[in-house]
C-alpha cells in the first residue's frame, strides 16, 4: 500500500473520528546520505494517512512526532486494538485538524523503531541489526528523509507542517529546509536550540541505558537488552514532560497499598514498600516505564535524544539569520507549566521570525499539564 493515488481516508467507525487504520511503508531504493556522511543505500519510512488529497494535491497536513511517538497519530488499527493515535481528539472530522477539509500524515521519524529505518533495522551487510553502527541522525536527516517520502507518494506542497517538542524542531527545520514546499507551520512547545537543562536530562537517560549490563555496547537481541535502564530512561524523562502543579492535582502524596512480602527478621522494615504502601505516583511512573520498554527500542531512544540535543539553528548565526529562508506563516505556542521547553524559548523564536521579516504570532496556553500534551 505504497502507490501515491491511494491516499484515501479510513473506514469510520463511529461518527466523528478518523476509525480504522492501516499503516503504510515508504521504501526509498535511493542512497540518503545523512549531515555525518554516512550513506544508507536506501530507507524505509512507516507511515499513516487520514482524509483525501484534493484535485492539487495542495491540502496536507504534516503531523511531525516527539521523541517518544511514531506514526500512529490518530484512529484504531483494529476492533481488538482500540488504543487511539496519540493525537486523535486533535486529528479527524470536524477536529481541529479536520480530514473532512485535509489528507493528514505522519511518518515514525527515520532512526525510529516503529518500522522506520532505525538501529533495529537489519543491516543487509552484515545480516544483523545495525545497533550503533546506524548513522549519527540530525533532525534535518529527518526532515529530509520525509520530504523524499513526501515527494514520492506525490505530495509536493504542503498546507501545513504541525508537531510539537521534537515534533516542533521538525517543523521549523522545514520550513528553513524547504521553504517554497511549506505554506504554514505550527510549532508547539519547542526550541530552537536545545538548552544545557535538555541536554543533561536526556544524558541521564542515555546513561541509564548504557550503564545497564544489557545493553551490552548496543548489541543485544530483539526481545532483549537494557529493559531496566531503558524503563528508567523513560520514568525520567515523563518527569520532565509533567509540571509540579500537574502532579500534585493527579496524584498528591496519595498512597496504595500493596502486597508486602513476608518480613525476614523482627525489626521495623524501614522501605514503605515493604511496609504494605507505596506513593501512587511511584506506581505510575513504573507502569510508564514498563509499557515504554514493550515499544520502544534502547539504541532508538539514544540516536534520537542525541539528535534532539544536537538540534541548534542558531550555530551558523543569530536565529533572525537562520530563519531568513522561511515562507510559511508562522504561529509558535509555549506551554506555561512546560519547565523543558518554556514559554521564553518559544517566544524567542518568534521574535527572531519577527526580525527576520516573516508572519509570526505568538500565543500561550495557560495549563497545568507540561509536555504530557505532546508526549505519550
Not at 226 to 235: D, K, T
Request: proline share 6%; hydrophobic share 40%.
Amino acid at each position: 500500500m505504497n502507490d501515491a493515488d491511494d491516499l484515501s481516508d479510513s473506514v469510520r467507525t463511529e461518527p466523528g473520528e478518523v476509525g480504522l487504520v492501516e499503516p503504510r511503508d515508504f521504501v526509498s531504493i535511493e542512497p540518503f546520505t545523512f549531515d555525518c556522511g554516512q550513506t544508507l543505500p536506501g530507507f524505509t519510512l512507516r507511515y499513516e494517512t487520514y482524509g483525501r488529497p484534493n484535485a492539487a494535491r495542495d491540502n496536507a497536513i504534516l503531523i511531525c512526532h516527539a521523541l517518544s511517538g511514531d506514526h500512529h497519530c490518530a484512529g484504531i488499527h483494529s476492533l481488538n486494538d482500540r488504543k487511539p493515535g496519540w493525537w486523535n481528539n486533535l486529528i479527524g472530522p470536524g477536529k481541529p485538524v479536520d480530514t473532512n477539509k485535509f489528507l493528514v500524515l505522519c511518518a515514525n521519524v527515520l532512526g525510529g523503531c516503529q518500522g522506520s529505518s532505525g538501529p533495529s533495522s537489519n543491516n543487509l551487510a552484515t545480516g544483523k541489526p545495525y545497533g550503533t553502527a546506524f548513522p549519527f541522525v540530525t533532525i534535518r536527516d529527518m526532515i529530509r528523509a520525509q520530504q523524499r517520502w513526501l515527494e514520492g507518494i506525490g505530495i509536493r506542497s504542503l498546507h501545513a507542517v504541525i508537531g510539537g517538542s521534537m515534533g516542533g524542531m521538525q517543523a521549523l527545520q522545514w520550513g528553513v529546509e524547504f521553504p517554497s514546499a511549506v505554506r504554514k507551520i505550527l510549532a508547539m512547545a519547542t526550541t530552537a536550540r536545545e538548552s544545557a537543562q535538555g541536554i543533561a536530562f536526556n544524558e541521564v537517560g542515555r546513561q541509564a541505558i548504557m550503564q545497564d549490563p544489557g545493553w551490552n555496547q548496543g548489541d543485544y537481541p530483539k526481545n532483549g537488552g537494557p529493559r531496566v535502564g531503558l524503563a528508567i530512561a523513560r520514568m525520567m524523562a515523563h518527569i520532565t514532560y509533567l509540571s509540579d502543579a500537574g502532579l500534585d492535582r493527579k496524584f498528591g502524596r496519595r498512597r496504595r497499598s500493596i502486597r508486602a512480602p513476608a518480613p525476614v527478621a523482627a525489626e521495623p522494615v524501614a522501605n514503605p514498600a515493604v511496609a504494605g504502601f507505596e506513593f501512587e505516583i511511584e506506581s505510575y511512573l513504573r507502569h510508564q516505564g514498563q509499557s515504554f520498554i514493550n515499544r520502544f527500542d534502547a539504541n532508538s531512544y539514544l540516536t534520537i535524544s542525541r539528535a534532539i540535543d544536537h538540534f541548534d539553528l542558531s550555530a551558523d548565526g543569530p536565529l533572525e539569520q537562520a530563519f531568513a529562508p522561511v515562507l510559511a506563516e508562522t504561529l509558535i505556542v509555549g506551554f506555561t507549566s512546560d519547565w523543558l521547553f518554556p514559554p521564553e524559548q518559544n517566544r524567542e523564536i518568534t521574535l527572531a521570525m519577527l526580525r527576520a521579516g516573516k508572519r509570526a504570532s505568538y500565543a500561550e496556553l495557560d495549563t497545568d499539564l507540561g509536555l504530557s500534551l505532546i508526549h505519550i
